[in-house]
T-cell receptor, first 111, second 115 residues
Framework: DQQVKQNSPSLSVQEGRISILNCDYT??????FLWYKKYPAEGPTFLIS?????DKNEDGRFTVFLNKSAKHLSLHIVPSQPGDSAVYFC??????????FGTGTKLQVIP | GAGVSQSPRYKVAKRGQDVALRCDPI?????LFWYQQALGQGPEFLTY????????KSGLPSDRFFAERPEGSVSTLKIQRTQQEDSAVYLC?????????????FGPGTRLTVT
C-alpha cells in the first residue's frame, strides 16, 4: 500500500524556469510533510517541510504547497538552477509515527 | 564534519552470512532511524530509536533483522543469514528531537550486496 506517491519518475526543466514536483498521499491522518533532495552516492538532505495546518511554506527559491482536500502537495523551485538536478523525495508522517517516503522524482535542470 | 556517518560504505556478503552495519549519529541527537532503500525506490522505514529505546520496529522485514542502540548514540543494524532480497542501501538518519516530524540528517548509506 503506497501511501505517498510520486507519479512522475523524471522531469526536465530549462535553467531559470520553474520546476514543479508533485506528490499525492492517501492517508488523511498525516499531519506533516517534508521534501528531501538526494544526490548520487549521498544520503537524502532535508529541503523544506509543511504542517497540515498550513497550505504554503516558502524558503528562498523553494515553496511547498499543500492541498488537503485533494491530498496533494507540490514543490516549486524558482528559478531552477543546474545544481538543483537531483532526486527529490516527498515524505509524510503523523505525530511520532514513522515517516513514509515516496519513490522519488529525478529532476534535471538543463543549462 | 559532524554529520551522520555509516560504515562500511559497501558490503558484499555471501548468502547465509551475518552482517553488521554501523551508524554514528550526530552527537546529542535524540532520534535515530534506519531505512532500507531498494533500487529505484524511496527509503522504507525499518526502525526508530528514541535515545536507547527502540520505540518502533514495525518496518523490520523479518526476525533476521535486529537493531540496537545500547547507549543512546551509536547504532548497529544486524542482518542474520542474509538473503538476496536483502540487497539494498541501508540508510541511517538522526534528528535532534523526538519523532519523525523534525528534520532528519541522513548518512551516506551502506550498500549491501548479497551474492
Amino acid at each position: 500500500d503506497q501511501q505517498v506517491k510520486q507519479n512522475s519518475p523524471s522531469l526536465s526543466v530549462q535553467e531559470g524556469r520553474i520546476s514543479i514536483l508533485n506528490c499525492d498521499y492517501t492517508n488523511s491522518m498525516f499531519d506533516y510533510f517534508l521534501w528531501y533532495k538526494k544526490y548520487p552516492a549521498e544520503g537524502p538532505t532535508f529541503l523544506i517541510s509543511i504542517s497540515s495546518i498550513k497550505d504554503k511554506n516558502e524558503d528562498g527559491r523553494f515553496t511547498v504547497f499543500l492541498n488537503k482536500s485533494a491530498k496533494h502537495l507540490s514543490l516549486h523551485i524558482v528559478p531552477s538552477q543546474p545544481g538543483d538536478s537531483a532526486v527529490y523525495f516527498c515524505a509524510a508522517g503523523r505525530g511520532y509515527q514513522k515517516v513514509t517516503f515516496g519513490t522519488g522524482t529525478k529532476l534535471q535542470v538543463i543549462p | 564534519g559532524a554529520g551522520v556517518s555509516q560504515s562500511p560504505r559497501y558490503k558484499v556478503a555471501k548468502r547465509g552470512q551475518d552482517v553488521a552495519l554501523r551508524c554514528d549519529p550526530i552527537s546529542g541527537h535524540v532520534s535515530l532511524f534506519w531505512y532500507q532503500q531498494a533500487l529505484g525506490q524511496g527509503p522504507e522505514f525499518l526502525t526508530y530509536f528514541q535515545n536507547e529505546a527502540q520505540l518502533d520496529k514495525s518496518g523490520l522485514p523479518s526476525d533476521r533483522f535486529f537493531a540496537e542502540r545500547p547507549e543512546g548514540s551509536v547504532s548497529t543494524l544486524k542482518i542474520q543469514r542474509t538473503q538476496q532480497e536483502d540487497s539494498a542501501v541501508y540508510l541511517c538518519a538522526s534528528s535532534l528531537e523526538a519523532g519523525g516530524s523534525w528534520e532528519q540528517y541522513f548518512g551516506p548509506g551502506t550498500r549491501l550486496t548479497v551474492t
